[in-house]
């Protein structure tokens, strides 16, 4: 584990340093922890006012926090705009190195001898199976049991893990990453019920997935019935999201677990969408639309708002129905009680 003096911190990441009231003051830190397991010999940081009372609580010996920050707390302070970030820059710096990227292919690859696989610009391991007319481009790993079906187009700088399926045609842009167990292009759920039996409607299309965009664990994302399902720059998408068929999901969005996108929705740029919400199919969402978690999206809803609920409705508007609704019981029996007493009640 590397060490970082106070001062070196401090340069790194362009933090003000604010003496605490812990004695003796903290000189130096090889160690990382959250909040509330911290040590005086360990550096935290605090970026979410929900964790308040941990920061008040916290042994820490430094603590990126905030420029608004106004606690008194037992560690030494370092003050920036962005908490979260300077601590994720530190832990880089006090981590073991990454290992570096090995370029080469494990014996037991199986590769279409139509495939474009360079052996000397990318790394490849164990179980791998490459189809008719693949391409992979210089510089991405393939991680254990990775399966691309024929022609798949994958770019430069990718990371694919452990047993990601992508299935046949569908297009990865550069330094994409997939999370294990992801699977690519599944057939859309597409049926017509004839005669009282559900026919399936085959999906021709593709999924495509443009630049420095990263998929969660066991994420789904299904192909077009024809033409393409779209994951557009910079987007990330968290573990077990489903998005169906022909779906559109703009640049640099944050999709959260669990969450399912129906069919040919379109998802505009910087949405948000916490964990357990849902979109119907064929609805239009407008960019920098927040919606909180489990919100429920059935009709098309503009962007630059936030919103929340089922149905998701903007967020004030949604407050207030809920207290409305908490209040209703005693509101019923408050009339119940009038009724009672109004002659037009007896």
Same mark, same amino acid.
């Given at each position: 584990? #590397?060490?970082?003096?106070?001062?070196?911190?401090?340069?790194?990441?362009?933090?003000?340093?604010?003496?605490?009231? &812990?004695?003796?003051?903290?000189?130096?830190?090889?160690?990382?922890?959250?909040?509330?397991?911290?040590?005086?010999?360990?550096?935290? %940081?605090?970026?979410?006012?929900?964790?308040?009372?941990?920061?008040?609580?916290?042994?820490?010996?430094?603590?990126?926090?905030?420029?608004?920050?106004?606690?008194?707390?037992?560690?030494?302070?370092?003050?920036?705009?962005?908490?979260?970030?300077?601590?994720?820059? #530190?832990?880089?710096?006090?981590?073991?190195? &990454?290992?570096?990227?090995?370029?080469?292919?494990?014996?037991?690859?199986?590769?279409?001898?139509? #495939?474009?696989?360079?052996?000397?610009?990318?790394?490849?391991?164990?179980?791998?199976?490459?189809?008719?007319?693949?391409?992979?481009?210089?510089?991405?790993?393939?991680?254990? /049991?990775?399966?691309?079906?024929?022609?798949?187009?994958?770019?430069?700088?990718?990371?694919?893990?452990?047993?990601?399926?992508?299935?046949?045609?569908?297009?990865?842009?550069?330094?994409?990453?997939?999370?294990?167990?992801?699977?690519?292009?599944?057939?859309?759920?597409? %049926?017509?019920?004839?005669?009282?039996?559900?026919?399936?409607?085959?999906?021709?299309?593709?999924?495509?997935?443009?630049?420095?965009?990263?998929?969660?664990?066991?994420?789904?994302?299904?192909?077009?019935?024809?033409?393409?399902?779209?994951?557009?720059?910079?987007?990330?998408?968290?573990?077990?999201?489903?998005?169906?068929?022909?779906?559109?999901?703009?640049?640099?969005?944050?999709?959260?677990?669990?969450?399912?996108?129906?069919?040919?929705?379109?998802?505009?740029?910087?949405?948000?969408?916490?964990?357990?919400?849902?979109?119907?199919?064929?609805?239009?969402?407008?960019?920098?639309?927040? %919606?909180?978690?489990?919100? /429920?999206?059935?009709?098309?809803?503009? /962007? /630059?708002?936030?919103?929340?609920?089922?149905?998701?409705?903007?967020?004030?508007?949604?407050?207030?129905?809920?207290?409305? &609704?908490?209040?209703?019981?005693?509101? &019923?029996?408050?009339?119940?009680?009038?009724?009672?007493?109004?002659?037009?009640?007896?």
């Amino acid at each position: 584990m #590397a060490e970082l003096t106070l001062e070196e911190l401090a340069t790194l990441t362009s933090a003000k340093v604010v003496p605490g009231t &812990q004695e003796p003051p903290l000189q130096s830190v090889t160690s990382f922890a959250d909040l509330l397991s911290a040590t005086p010999a360990d550096l935290s %940081f605090f970026g979410n006012k929900a964790y308040l009372p941990q920061v008040r609580k916290t042994k820490a010996g430094a603590v990126f926090v905030p420029t608004d920050f106004q606690e008194n707390i037992a560690g030494i302070q370092l003050v920036v705009d962005n908490p979260s970030m300077a601590f994720a820059i #530190a832990v880089d710096q006090l981590s073991p190195p &990454q290992s570096p990227f090995q370029a080469g292919i494990h014996p037991s690859v199986q590769i279409h001898p139509t #495939a474009q696989v360079d052996p000397e610009t990318v790394s490849v391991e164990a179980g791998v199976l490459i189809g008719e007319g693949v391409t992979v481009g210089a510089g991405t790993y393939l991680g254990q /049991g990775v399966s691309l079906d024929r022609g798949v187009q994958v770019g430069e700088h990718c990371r694919l893990l452990a047993n990601v399926s992508i299935r046949e045609h569908c297009r990865l842009g550069n330094r994409v990453i997939i999370q294990p167990g992801a699977v690519i292009g599944s057939d859309g759920f597409g %049926f017509e019920l004839v005669d009282g039996r559900h026919q399936k409607i085959e999906q021709r299309g593709i999924v495509q997935i443009d630049d420095d965009v990263e998929v969660g664990a066991n994420t789904t994302i299904d192909r077009a019935r024809f033409g393409k399902t779209w994951i557009q720059e910079g987007s990330k998408i968290d573990n077990l999201v489903q998005i169906g068929h022909n779906a559109r999901i703009g640049k640099h969005s944050i999709i959260v677990a669990l969450t399912g996108i129906a069919g040919s929705a379109v998802i505009g740029d910087y949405v948000v969408m916490a964990a357990q919400s849902g979109v119907a199919g064929h609805l239009e969402i407008g960019d920098q639309a927040t %919606f909180a978690a489990r919100s /429920g999206v059935t009709k098309s809803l503009p /962007g /630059g708002q936030i919103y929340a609920g089922y149905p998701a409705l903007p967020s004030e508007k949604h407050r207030k129905m809920t207290v409305l &609704q908490r209040r209703l019981e005693k509101m &019923q029996e408050r009339i119940s009680d009038l009724e009672k007493r109004s002659p037009m009640g007896s």
